[in-house]
């Protein structure tokens, strides 16, 4: 549901590579910005280059002895212009962390990810007639992780009625965003929520323009590989 492509599409873009050696008429293991893009430069199918770049960027993380993240951690620096020291590279900032829906699972995976150096997590809610248990969940990890930044992720669940009844709470919990609120999103807001919100499925279809994104506190764009 997040790419334009088709299976068959996508088998069909990475056929010509198909039998050809790295850095021999095919792409090569990435070592930088230029060699991640020139790999996946002439493919048509945003399917097939993401598919593509993971297997590149994991293979030249095993040949480096070093984990994927940090090779794009690596190029990310590089893009920006910006040396990159490892010793004092923001994992929290890069990295954030899916916690279960389990809320005593929630907290021992927060935990590990929090002693790994991970200061952001996010939680998936609006399941149905779920939400006192989401809303505990998240308190639990606000008190207990009180420097981690946290994300939301509704996936336009919430009707508008419910989101303004559970606002108030929302605002409590100190956000980073809350992401794709409710159907129609941005305009299914009558007015602002009042917490920072994120686009993600919104940019499968459009790009809102700058004035509704202004209005209703729009933060971030949550950008998939085959966006």
């Known amino acids: 549901d997040y790419s334009p492509d088709s299976l068959d599409e996508a088998f069909a873009a990475l056929a010509p590579l198909v039998g050809k050696r790295l850095g021999d008429g ?7 910005a230029h060699d991640l893009w020139s790999g996946t430069a002439g493919l048509t199918s945003p399917s097939a280059g993401f598919a593509l770049e993971s297997a590149l960027v994991e293979l030249s993380s095993k040949r480096r002895g070093e984990p994927a993240w940090w090779l794009l951690a690596r190029i990310h620096a590089e893009l920006q212009g910006a040396e990159f020291d490892g010793a004092t590279f923001d994992r929290g900032r890069a990295v954030a962390a899916l916690l279960p829906r389990d809320p005593k699972r929630a907290i021992e995976h927060a935990a590990r990810a929090h002693a790994r150096g991970i200061r952001s997590f996010k939680v998936k809610v609006g399941a149905r007639d779920a939400w006192t248990e989401e809303l505990e969940l998240l308190r639990s990890v606000r008190r207990r992780f009180p420097d981690a930044l946290l994300r939301l992720d509704a996936n336009q669940s919430f009707s508008s009625h419910e989101l303004w009844q559970r606002l108030p709470a929302l605002r409590e919990l100190e956000l980073e965003w809350f992401e794709e609120p409710v159907p129609k999103f ?3 807001l009558e007015k602002p929520a009042g917490v920072p919100l994120a686009l993600d ?9 700058e004035a509704p994104l202004l209005e209703h506190g729009v933060s971030a764009f949550v950008l998939k590989p085959t966006t």
């Open 201 to 209: 499925e919104t940019l499968q279809s459009e790009v809102p323009s």
């Open 186 to 188: 941005p305009r299914g």
């Open 26 to 32: 095919g792409p090569r293991a990435p070592e930088s």
